[in-house]
């Protein structure tokens, strides 16, 4: 049985832009697992860190609005809340086609 909150809202959009799911850097997967002391390498989807934390969907969209915020985040930002340097950021998380943004 699946239960639904009131009010939530799932959005699925596709930009028809192929992704190279190898490259990707999955940071907001990676700030919610270490926000609550996990280990985020290997966690490549949600679910793995909901099964790590043993957490509800109600768990899960309390961590969400706790840790993320709606806004972009900056090279610093996400160095900040990973903990490592801005080299580490490029080497170890970004892509050949991410580096050189913002």
Same mark, same amino acid.
């Given at each position: 049985?699946?239960?639904?909150?009131?009010? /939530? $809202?799932?959005?699925?959009?596709?930009?028809? $832009?192929?992704?190279?799911?190898?490259?990707?850097? *999955?940071?907001?997967? =990676?700030?919610? /697992?270490? /926000? =609550?002391?996990?280990?985020? =390498?290997?966690?490549?989807?949600?679910?793995?860190?909901?099964?790590?934390?043993?957490?509800?969907?109600?768990?899960?969209? $309390? !961590?969400?609005? &706790? $840790? !993320? *915020?709606?806004?972009?985040?900056?090279?610093?930002?996400?160095?900040?809340?990973?903990?490592?340097?801005?080299?580490?950021?490029?080497? &170890?998380? !970004?892509? /050949?086609?991410?580096? *050189?943004?913002?």
């Amino acid at each position: 049985m699946c239960t639904w909150k009131e009010g /939530a $809202v799932f959005v699925i959009s596709n930009c028809c $832009v192929e992704m190279n799911k190898a490259a990707s850097s *999955h940071y907001n997967i =990676r700030m919610l /697992a270490q /926000a =609550r002391g996990l280990d985020p =390498r290997g966690l490549l989807k949600l679910s793995q860190v909901q099964t790590e934390l043993k957490a509800s969907l109600e768990e899960m969209l $309390v !961590l969400v609005d &706790e $840790v !993320l *915020h709606p806004e972009s985040y900056s090279r610093e930002d996400i160095c900040k809340v990973l903990d490592i340097t801005s080299e580490q950021l490029c080497t &170890e998380l !970004l892509s /050949a086609n991410t580096q *050189h943004g913002g």
